[in-house]
Nanobody, 121 residues
Framework: QVQLVESGGGLVQAGGSLRLSCAAS????????MAWFRQAPGKEREFVSSVSGNAVYTDSADSVKGRFTISRDNAKNTMALQMNSLKPEDTAVYYCAAGAGGRLENMYKYWGQGTQVTVSS
């Protein structure tokens, strides 16, 4: 069983930065691939970025490549998403997830409650 809690969301102007964090419980954190998804109002939840259990491999959606960086610290059971050059279209509720990996929601067994990110123009 893994419990995930996101933090770090907020309101920022376009071009600004935010750092999201995800704290995980449980002793098997390093065995899970971790990911960030987001859901904008009126839209389906979409994949943002993922990181392998050993933090060596990452994957990101084209829409955030070069702007967002995913990382994890297995010693602290945490994952982060550094978001730079934010755009209004990045406005969404951001969720962290733990599971088998990939870009599909159904590959992730555990989810956090989400944290709101709002980017003003």
């Amino acid at each position: 069983q893994v419990q995930l809690v996101e933090s770090g969301g907020g309101l920022v102007q376009a071009g600004g930065s935010l750092r999201l964090s995800c704290a995980a419980s449980g002793r098997t954190f390093s065995t899970y691939r971790m990911a960030w998804f987001r859901q904008a109002p009126g839209k389906e939840r979409e994949f943002v970025s993922s990181v392998s259990g050993n933090a060596v491999y990452t994957d990101s959606a084209d829409s955030v490549k070069g702007r967002f960086t995913i990382s994890r610290d297995n010693a602290k059971n945490t994952m982060a998403l550094q978001m730079n050059s934010l755009k209004p279209e990045d406005t969404a509720v951001y969720y962290c997830a733990a599971g088998a990996g990939g870009r599909l929601e159904n590959m992730y067994k555990y989810w956090g409650q989400g944290t709101q990110v709002t980017v003003s123009s």
